[in-house]
């Protein structure tokens, strides 16, 4: 979020001390799996909440937003009737988010594209006019709109990714923060960034030489490095 060197600089604060805020990205298949990969999820917080291993909020709910970059996105809420003893779970788009909180956010939009997070749909062009000047980093006002996102947060933010379209921002955060990428049920990815394009994973070769990493865009991309395991 802080990649634009025109923004300040804050020293972010959570109201609950403790509970460190965490981040973490869970990568599925296909669009039609993000709602349930958000159900388990949400499942397997309300479990761990009625076993004690996550504490209950002082005299109410846990409170989960779940905050979509377009109003559409609400379709990503899971009925959560089977958690309602625990969760109080919400949908709102980022920018109605603004000045509200809550105990754990939600962001299932994680993907590149028309309809993802950063948007690539062109402003209006009368705004694109009056912006240009105090815009002139690269996705300025997602960028902005990210960090009101993530800063709703008490305890923790959850980033919903769809494989081989990962958002630029969540990239950034693998990449530059070590942000830990599971699939749906939890198991670790490997998240190597390429480090020649920055826009993709890296994936595993063999060749007469033993194992290499390359690039997922490979020939677009011809980013490789030393595998591990070779």
Known sequence: MLQNPSQLVKRVVSST?????????????????????????????????????????????????????????????PDCRDFAATLDVRFSTMHASKGAEADYIVIPCMVS?????????????????AMAAAEEFKRAEERRLFYVAMTRARRGVLLVTVKNRESPFLMELVRD????????????????????????????????RGAFLGCRRYPRCKGTTISSSS
């Open 17 to 77: 001390a403790d509970f460190p805020p965490t981040i973490g990205a869970v990568s599925v298949d296909t669009d039609a799996a993000v709602k349930p990969a958000i159900r388990h999820r949400l499942k397997v917080l309300h479990m761990h909440v009625l076993s004690g291993a996550i504490p209950e909020a002082q005299g109410r709910k846990l409170t989960v937003l779940v905050l979509g970059r377009y109003r559409h996105q609400s379709d990503y809420l």
């Open 113 to 129: 594209g028309k309809w993802g997070f950063p948007s690539t749909i062109p402003n209006d062009p009368v705004l694109r006019m």
């Open 177 to 208: 923060h070590g942000i830990v990428r599971t699939n749906a049920i939890g198991e670790v990815l490997p998240s190597i960034v390429c480090p020649r394009c920055g826009r993709a994973f890296m994936v595993e070769h063999t060749s007469k």
